[in-house]
């Protein structure tokens, strides 16, 4: 009568993106069997918080998604009261080993990704439908950059110590000629 660590589903998600880390409800995959064999699927499970990878104020946010498949991971007492204050506290009843009183860890079984950030072979590769955002006080790149499309700049942009905005050019005739292409 001891509740388990499991698969389980994702059926719904609050509190993702951010904000602090949410929670989840999941219906857990591995149905119940009674002493003849015959099955019967668990019912949802609600307000599961789930894992984020953190810490202090930094987080990487990659938050579950319904459908998701990942891992419930049952706590021995009652988290109730953990889960409404966010702080230490004693449990919430006196139940123990229920999935009520589960964490989620997702990632687990899932079909092949489409955006991503991560290694790939030797490169790391950044791969999205939206837009690639660096919010930063400043960027430094230290490498070789190869870009391909487009690429806009709200500020100004330095090469060395030639501005974008502000170089000039020696020995050209005032009038309303022009200066050839780069070269």
């Keep these: 009568m001891m509740g388990t660590n499991l698969p389980a589903r994702v059926v719904a998600v609050r509190g993702a993106g951010l904000n602090p880390v949410g929670f989840v409800d999941v219906q857990p995959m591995v149905h119940q069997q009674d002493g003849v064999g015959r099955t019967v699927p668990h019912g949802i499970l609600y307000n599961i918080p ?12 990659c938050d579950p998604a319904v459908g998701d498949i990942g891992l419930i991971i049952v706590c021995g007492r009652d988290i109730s009261t953990l889960k409404a204050t966010r702080d230490a506290a004693a449990p919430g009843s006196f139940r123990q080993h229920d999935m009520a009183d589960a964490l989620y860890l ?73 200066t050839g292409v780069p070269v």
């Design 50 to 61: 789930y894992i984020r990878l953190q810490g202090g104020a930094r987080a990487f946010l």
């Design 106 to 178: 997702g990632g687990l079984l899932n079909a092949a990704p489409t955006e991503y950030i991560g290694w790939v072979g030797g490169d790391v590769h950044v791969s999205t439908t939206g837009r690639f955002i660096v919010d930063a006080a400043a960027c430094v790149i230290d490498c070789d950059v190869t870009v391909k499309g487009a690429l806009s700049a709200t500020g100004d942009v330095q090469a060395g110590d030639i501005s974008l905005q502000t170089h000039t050019h020696t020995g050209v005739m005032p009038g309303g000629g022009k």
